[in-house]
T-cell receptor, first 112, second 112 residues
């Protein structure tokens, strides 16, 4: 089955810096890669996703890149703000948008 | 839209008792997922339904766990009998065919 690895497990940056979180997946048939943000006491919230026919997608300060050959994808957050502090999860699916397999999460801390 | 609604938000029960967690998915979403989140194991998929039919329950840890979806607007996850190692946050999520999950706020279960 699919296996998703995520790095780093924790990431501390200064406000205004960029943050990059990386994930690798094992199943070359995976075709959908969402990213979720989880704040304390809440459920994960979808922030951006990418499909296997696209190499990069941007939404304001966040972007995701996908390298199908290397089987890895990354989340980029620019101009970080304290409210970006949360746990971020990557995920992958090889069955359309069903049955997501999640990475282990990255705790991002943005210091003012 | 009120989003995915889970109840209760918190549940404390004694070992051996039956626990029932409830979920109301977003109207129109045809897939429903139950996940468990722990520090040690991260987000684990327990079971998912498509059009009220269980598709994959391979993540259900043991026979003590069961899930039902009697109609498109309601699902339950039952643990009987509960054990301390079942303590976790249980999330329900729903999705339409062509987009990512929306998670509920979760039920924090503590078995003492």
């Amino acid at each position: 089955g699919e296996n998703v690895e995520q790095h780093p497990s924790t990431l501390s940056v200064q406000e205004g810096d960029s943050a990059v979180i990386k994930c690798t997946y094992s199943d070359s048939a995976s075709n959908y890669f969402p990213w979720y943000k989880q704040e304390l006491g809440k459920g994960p919230q979808l922030i951006i996703d990418i499909r296997s026919n696209v190499g990069e997608k941007k939404d304001q300060r966040i972007a995701v890149t996908l390298n199908k050959t290397a089987k890895h994808f990354s989340l980029h957050i620019t101009e970080t703000q304290p409210e970006d502090s949360a746990v971020y999860f990557c995920a992958a699916s090889n069955s359309g948008f069903q049955k997501l397999v999640f990475g282990t999460g990255t705790r991002l801390l943005v210091s003012p | 839209d009120a989003g995915v609604i889970q109840s209760p938000r918190h549940e404390v029960t004694e070992m051996g008792q039956e626990v029932t967690l409830r979920c109301k998915p977003i109207s129109g979403h045809n897939s429903l997922f139950w996940y468990r989140q722990t520090m040690m194991r991260g987000l684990e998929l327990l079971i998912y339904f498509n059009n009220n039919v269980p598709i994959d329950d391979s993540g259900m840890p043991e026979d003590r766990f069961s899930a039902k979806m009697p109609n498109a607007s309601f699902s339950t996850l039952k643990i009987q009998p509960s054990e301390p190692r079942d303590s976790a946050v249980y999330f329900c999520a729903s999705s339409p065919l062509d987009y990512g999950y929306t998670f509920g706020s979760g039920t924090r279960l503590t078995v003492v």
